[in-house]
């Protein structure tokens, strides 16, 4: 049971090129979740997926593109970088059905850089 | 609209010694609140958390927190620091839905 993982662990990207943050997880989960993490700012929404076939903004959404591609897997996309967007991206996972009282859980974080 | 204030970006406190991390949350509805721990280059896990019912909230490694609606603060506190209780701590906040609010962190350091 690996729980939430995330690929990749850290990423250089040139201003302008795009990428794929890839997040899946195995506990049959309903909802995902992706943040942000910048210093002093602790963990803002940028996309969640309530649920397969979903998609909803968060807080931050600009510059983002989300795919929930099936229970498991949830992407985020950043189709043009901006060096506003180095940051660190955690992806999440909750799913007994109340999610405003359900316990996240984390995967390990990607470290994006963008130049 | 909901908010979360964790007082003290930094808090150092020596091996042995009380650990008290403030959190106070601003919200109109009755809110459910959480206190996450992150260890260096890892997710957010769980410490503890408030629903409903007792106010008096135990988590794991020693941590308990209280919910006090009359001040509107959740304070995360620890009778004995370990060393390995260095990490950065969050308050989180949410008022139904799937939008949880983070604070912006505590990092507690534990001197020997």
């Known amino acids: 049971n690996a729980g939430v993982t995330q690929t990749p662990k850290f990423q250089v990207l040139k201003t302008g090129q795009s990428m794929t943050l890839q997040c899946a997880q195995d506990?049959?989960?309903?909802?995902m979740y992706w943040y942000r993490q910048d210093p002093g700012m602790g963990l803002r929404l940028i996309y969640y997926s309530a649920s397969e076939g979903t998609t909803d903004k968060g807080e931050v959404p600009n510059g983002y593109n989300v795919s929930r591609l099936n229970k498991r897997e949830f992407s985020l996309r950043l189709e043009s970088a901006a060096p506003s967007q180095t940051s660190v991206y955690f992806c999440?996972?909750?799913?007994?059905?109340?999610?405003?009282?359900?316990?996240?859980?984390f995967g390990p974080g990607t470290r994006l850089l963008v130049l | 609209a909901q908010s979360v204030t964790q007082l003290g970006s930094h808090v150092s406190v020596s091996e042995g010694a009380l650990v008290l991390l403030r959190c106070n949350y601003s919200?109109?509805?009755?809110?459910?609140l959480f206190w996450y721990v992150q260890y260096p280059n890892q997710g957010l896990q769980l410490l503890l958390k408030y629903t409903t019912g007792a106010t008096l909230v135990k988590g794991i490694n020693g941590f308990e927190a209280e919910f006090k609606k009359s001040e509107t603060s959740f304070h995360l506190t620890k009778p004995s620091a370990h060393m390995s209780d260095a990490a950065e701590y969050f308050c989180a906040v949410n008022t139904g839905g799937f939008k949880t609010i983070f604070g912006a962190g505590t990092r507690l350091f534990v001197k020997a």
């Open positions: 919200s109109s509805v009755p809110p459910y």
């Open positions: 506990m049959n989960h309903n909802s």
């Open positions: 999440a996972s909750s799913g007994t059905g109340q999610p405003f009282q359900e316990t996240q859980y």
